[in-house]
């Protein structure tokens, strides 16, 4: 009995230090930790952050993976690093097929993050060309293309262009999606219209 | 007799031990992002990891508002889960089994220095 409670104290003391040396590697290669961006910040400009939360807008499990590993390199400047997610403000901004909807969250430095079909997180809408950024992937492995992105406030439309047709993306909460319909298809352009009346299309790379 | 049991149950406490302690680490490291690229600038740069592993994220840190593209490469040389974004950061969280992940710089001029980054040792 004084053998095996020897034995276990040394299996404990090895799990233990395995666990040490685990937590000592996860910071050291991955962890960073926010900094101060400058500029006004995305999340003053989304009026959403200021509607009550319900229950609706929490973040849904399948999406913590991403939100866990979201941290910018040790060492990077203000500019690619978002800080902290806030997941105690996370707003649900739509439902969209695919998905388990898209979320915003804020981040400790007034970033805000969309979780749609990926990640991505935007500073100011300063810091952005044509009032929008411009998501877009294969949907791979189950799903079907799509576009995404943050829109500014002056933007009142986005259309996606597929084929040489025109079909307009979800908007809402100064976020806008769209979910193609075949596998195959890829948008050749989208098209952004602005409260002045204008619009600009933009090209999308190629797959 | 007893000596040997004895020996062997010494061998089978060690190896256990020798688990116990490489077991968190393990799952630390596979689960550790590593950074394959990095750099400012480069437009239509296009990165890769040396060598084929299972991943569970490829991304890019860069200033919002320039485009970058991610991606798998299978042993064939097919691209797939392909992302790309003006936000940052660029980023393909589905996992894969065995594939390079890329990064490629759209139009990134900004001076603003980016990274690559996967699952596994690239």
Redesign the interface.
């Known amino acids: 009995m004084k053998v095996l409670k020897h ?1 276990l104290s ?6 233990a ?3 040490a ?3 000592w ?2 910071p050291t ?2 962890g960073s930790s926010g900094q101060q961006t400058e500029g006004p910040p995305a999340r003053q400009a989304m009026s959403i952050f200021a509607t009550a939360r319900s229950m609706s807008d929490a973040l849904p499990a399948d999406r913590s ?2 939100a866990a ?2 941290k ?2 040790a060492n ?2 203000a ?4 800080g902290q997610l806030l997941l105690d403000q996370s707003r649900k901004v739509m439902d969209a097929a695919g998905t388990s909807g898209v979320f915003v969250v804020p981040t400790q430095n007034g970033w805000v993050c ?1 979780f749609g079909a ?6 100011s809408f300063e ?3 044509d009032g929008v ?6 949907g ?2 189950d799903s079907t293309p799509y576009v995404e ?2 829109a500014s406030s002056a933007v009142t439309g986005v259309d996606v262009v597929v084929d040489g047709v025109a079909h307009r993306a979800d908007l809402s909460d100064n976020v806008f999606f769209d979910r193609l319909a075949q596998k195959a298809d890829w948008p050749e352009s989208v098209v952004i219209h602005y409260r002045n009346e204008t619009s600009k299309a933009v090209t ?2 190629p ?1 | 007799m007893l000596a040997q049991i004895k020996a062997s149950l010494y061998r089978m406490a060690l190896a256990a031990c020798v688990v116990a302690f490489l077991l968190p680490v393990a799952v630390a490291y596979a689960s550790t992002i590593f950074t394959y690229a990095t750099g400012t600038n480069g437009v239509h740069g296009e990165f890769n990891t040396t060598g084929f592993a299972p991943r569970d994220l490829n991304r890019v840190w860069h200033n919002a508002g320039y485009f970058w593209s991610v991606a798998y490469v299978n042993q064939l040389g097919e691209t797939y889960a392909i992302v790309t974004n003006s936000a940052n950061p660029t980023s393909q969280t589905a996992n894969t089994t065995y594939a390079k992940s890329r990064c490629t710089n759209q139009n990134d001029n900004s001076g603003t220095t980016w990274t690559c980054q996967t699952t596994q040792n690239p």
């Open positions: 034995r040394w299996l404990a003391a090895s799990l230090a395995g666990v040396v685990a937590i590697i996860l290669v991955a993976k991403a590993s979201l910018a390199p990077a400047s500019k690619v690093t978002p969309l990926t990640v991505g997180c935007l500073d810091s952005i060309t950024t411009l998501g877009y992937g294969d791979w492995p992105g943050f999308i790379y797959r």
